[in-house]
């Protein structure tokens, strides 16, 4: 059986927490995968690089699984009417919505993590209880038709869970020998759990002006649902 995966595309992603999951899902066997965004136009992800959608909101097929990014870009998609309104249609019938990163945020916007376990990138987990979550800490949470994860490289791995509920745990397990998927952070450092205090303050504080903007997005959004 064929399975269609989307992606979401938008203006500030950060592009891992797309590319990393497309690396994954385009190589299940007679995949159909869509780089989706509200027109073909050419995108910048938030570091420069250029990416390019391959479907429109207005042409996207069924999906099966919907995967949202995110990124700085993510920001005003918490009140960006259409981008909600196609979350909203698309969670009607997929199979999976999914989230990487701050992508959650924007799922958490359209109000599609009401009642669910949820995660996002470790410095902004306080946001998801607006949006009715229950923050959980952990690299993938799976709950029921929702599959969301931490930052960025974390993709990866929420991807190939995604795999493993829509194909098989040994299309996964092939997935993962064939990427040579075998991480070993040098230095160990990609958590607060195991980075020393000081620069996990330090971390804090350079994203302390991201913290304030999300926060008062976050509000706004989650007074919207109400």
């Known amino acids: ?5 989307g992606l979401l595309l938008f203006p ?25 965004w509200k027109t073909l136009d050419p995108v910048h992800a938030d570091s420069g690089l ?19 990014p995110g ?29 990487v990163c701050t992508g959650s945020l924007v799922l958490g916007a359209a109000g599609l993590l009401r009642g669910y376990e949820a995660a996002t990138h470790w410095a902004f987990m306080p946001f998801l209880e607006a949006f009715g979550a229950t923050a959980r800490e952990a690299r ?4 029921r038709d929702r599959i969301t994860g931490g930052g960025v490289t974390a993709g990866i791995d929420i991807a190939l869970r995604i795999v493993a509920e829509v194909a098989s745990p040994d299309a996964a397990r092939t997935i ?5 998927y075998d991480p070993e952070p040098p230095f160990g450092c990609g958590h ?3 980075a020393p205090e000081p620069l996990v ?9 991201q913290l304030a903007e999300r926060g008062v997005r976050v509000a706004e959004a989650a007074a919207a649902l109400r």
């Open 1 to 5: 059986m064929s399975l269609t995966f």
């Open 12 to 36: 500030g992603v950060t592009q891992l927490d797309l590319t990393g999951p497309f690396e994954v899902v385009h190589r299940v066997p007679d995949a159909k995968v869509h780089v989706l």
């Open 50 to 68: 250029g990416l390019l959608p391959t479907t429109t909101f207005a042409d996207c097929p069924p999906l099966d699984v919907l995967i949202v």
């Open 71 to 99: 990124g700085a870009g993510q920001v005003p998609l918490m009140a960006d009417a259409e981008v909600l309104g196609f979350l909203r249609k698309t969670a009607a019938t997929a199979r999976y919505l999914t989230a």
């Open 140 to 143: 993938v949470v799976v709950d």
């Open 176 to 180: 993962e020998l064939a990427l040579e």
């Open 192 to 194: 607060p759990r195991r």
């Open 201 to 209: 303050a330090a971390a804090r504080a350079a994203l302390e002006a």
